[in-house]
Structure formats: C-alpha cells, structure tokens
Nanobody, 127 residues
Framework: QVQLVESGGGLVQAGGSLRLSCVAS????????MGWFRQVPGKEREFVSA????????YNVNSVKGRFTISRDNAKNTVYLQMNNLQPEYTAVYYC????????????????????WGQGTQVTVSS
C-alpha cells in the first residue's frame, strides 16, 4: 500500500500562487497514476488534475487549464500541483489520490478510480 501526505496549502491573496506537495511512502510514486481533487463543504469532491503512470500523460479539468500544473518527481517520491493566479473560487481542501491503474481521460476524473487518498490540505484564497 501507499500512504499519501499533502502539504503546501495556506492562505493566499487573489492572483497569488501556491505549490502543493504530495509525498508518497510505502511504494514508489512511479508505480501509480496520481490525481488531485478538491472539496468545499456541502459539495462532492471534484477532479482537478492527474498524471498517468508510465508516460506521465496529463489530465486537467477545463477550469484550471493554464493556471494549474501537475508534475511528479520520482526521485523525491512526490507529486506537485503548482497553482497560479489563484482566485477565491479555488478555496477548498485539496486531496492527493493514487491508483495503480493506467488512467484514461474518463477514469482520471472519477473519485472511484482512486483507492488511496491523503488527508487533504486547506487552500484559502482571499479577495
């Protein structure tokens, strides 16, 4: 099994940037397709971005294209989410997720595709 720990969240003003990190332990991150999701109170957890294992194909929800970039550093066993030009609507708890499967454009966006989750990190964007 893999354990995931997110960090890097915090309070930032609109237009600012944050980089979230997700450190994997127990297994090497290169063995997994990795995703980032976010959740606000009262709403379902929603897909943000994903990176497929083996070929690092990227998937992003349309609303974050050009703003957010997912990447992985296999040597550090870490996946990142670089978030630029943040806006108040991006305020949420951000979760890292992992699956040993090769994800597809459809499956990458599904909560049920991922079997491993971190505890989440809060991102708050003030106006």
């Amino acid at each position: 099994q893999v354990q995931l720990v997110e960090s890097g969240g915090g309070l930032v003003q609109a237009g600012g940037s944050l980089r979230l990190s997700c450190v994997a332990s127990g297994r090497t991150v290169s063995m997994y397709s990795m995703g980032w999701f976010r959740q606000v109170p009262g709403k379902e957890r929603e897909f943000v971005s994903a990176i497929r294992k083996s070929d690092s194909m990227l998937y992003n929800v349309n609303s974050v294209k050009g703003r957010f970039t997912i990447s992985r550093d296999n040597a550090k066993n870490t996946v990142y989410l670089q978030m630029n030009n943040l806006q108040p609507e991006y305020t949420a708890v951000y979760y890292c997720a992992a699956t040993p499967r090769l994800i597809t454009p459809t499956s990458a966006q599904l909560f049920s595709s991922y079997g491993y989750w971190g505890q989440g990190t809060q991102v708050t964007v003030s106006s």
